[in-house]
């Protein structure tokens, strides 16, 4: 029997969950449940509210206040009121409440109901540090050591309820929309937990290793670990291997477009969310609320394989493990740059130079760290010849250095760089395509090991 | 159905403003100073104007009682120039409201108003806004009390009115 929904003059989808008491009140009107007596008085109230806030905010110091800093208190009102009546059965209870009750007793129920929230907040809090994943990811580890912390600091529930004063990077598979100030902390951290959950299901060196083969420099993404551990899961199930070990080889996800491109959208998804069901049985995952977060994320995840199987892209989407380099690495330090003013006498020099080879010279005779030369590479005017000398005299390891600082083999288009950045990495490729074969491969897999500081 | 709070101006907050002015007069009396009807009127006026232009907001009665009951035994205000000189002086404190970042309480600054107005100033409404107060809302931002002053030499004649 197909669920049977109470019907409200009111339509609760419509109205807005950041400003869920005005709605409720445009609503009301809208719909004659609330006349135009109501309103005034509803709005004197409001007034009478933010007066005695005022008064209490100024300390009784101060008999007036800015507009904007009373703007801020009448929203963060309206927010705690919308609070309380969110909190209410349905629509109808709460177009009833705003009739029979004062708006100074609603907003003490929603104020209260407010510390209660935090409370709870600050619980899942310490569940989402506990359940942390182990990963490299910064975002991910910014967000909850720093970014949700500093909210409970600096989370002011009496004046400013309806801000949410975190800095939150790490984006959720299913974020967190229509919601603001405690009520959006606690919808965030509620689904994080369930996201480190889920992971938790799987060993973090796994994790790591899917996420390497995602991309190397997977920890200054802006990924969302959860959808990644989700999708490399469905594919080890489609393809029939542990889903535990996340491991799905190039040539099984080779075998699993072959095999997903016969099928039609509708039937597709059908066996996604069978994969899902099949899954879940395997890493043991019988938490309702778990099931549900998957559940709801289905739909993106679904549309992501389905587009990669079109187009033809699906090792994009399924990734395989890849094991980070283990080779030895090469540490590179710059050195000490010379003083400001000896630097400007030298490049004075240089530029009154006429010569190139008394250019060199000088070059040999004063530069005594790499930050130094490569300043000069773009003050000096150094024409192409003339650098071309410089890196003559350079190490391997100092080339490779600059082709780590300098590359020219990137994405970035030409437009983003400044000129003298754009002549130093033509006369640099232009250099190393002059060097033989063997001596490029080797500059460049230096500069792959190579840890710049 | 609109929050915008800086419309508020209700006809029952003027008048409860004016009653409240006008109700000053029986202390005030005794200085030889009363406010007419119009002239507290004006002054809510001149009030809400003062409060638009700086803005702000203010609920009840506000700071004009309080700017009166101070300045009322001041021997720079006679009848004559006592309607205006309230009206420049409530201009010149929410003005200066926002230019001391709100860290001085309304007492605190219509006390310092009053000070300078019957000390230094000698009455002169042009060197307390331009001088006494800018200098001390400056020294207030930079967190120096209100009347710190970087010149050492005190401004006044020494004890034979000579420089």
New interface residues.
Partial sequence: MANIDKQHVIESNKLSGEQYFTSILQGAYANGLLCDSDMENIQLQCIQLLANICERYSGGESSSIRVEAAENIMKSNLYTIGLYLKSLPDVDFAVNEIKKASVSEMYQKGRKLINVRLHSAKHIYNLVRKNKLFTPNYSYNSTINEGIGSFFKAYDPDYEAHETPASIDYQLCNPVTNMIGIEFILKYLENLFLENEFCRGFAPEDIHHMLYGYDKGYKDLLINIFEQVLTAALGCSLANRNVVELDISAEEIRHLHYELSEYDDCSLSLKLRKAAGKMLEELNADSLPLKRYIERSMPKIITNILHAVRMNTLNKTFISKALPDLKPRIRFLSGTKMHDEDYRKLIDELLMCRHSPDKLALIKEKVKSFGDLEDLLFDAQLSEEETDSVFDILEDVEIAALIRRHPFRTDIQAVDLSEGEMALRQYLKNYIDRLPKGKQEEIFEMADRLIDE | ?S?E??G?S?SLIEKQAITEIERCNEFTAEFGLALSPSDAAELVEARNIA?KSN?????????IH?IIREFCDSPYISMHNYAETIHELTEMF?YY??ETL?LM???DLIKFMKNSFDGKCQGSLELLSGRELANMARNLRYGYPPDYSEDPMPDEEDEDGEY
């Fill in positions: 159905m929050f709070i800086i508020i209700s409060l803005g702000r907001i203010e609920f009840g009665g506000g700071a309080k929410y409201k926002n709100d309480s309304d007492d």
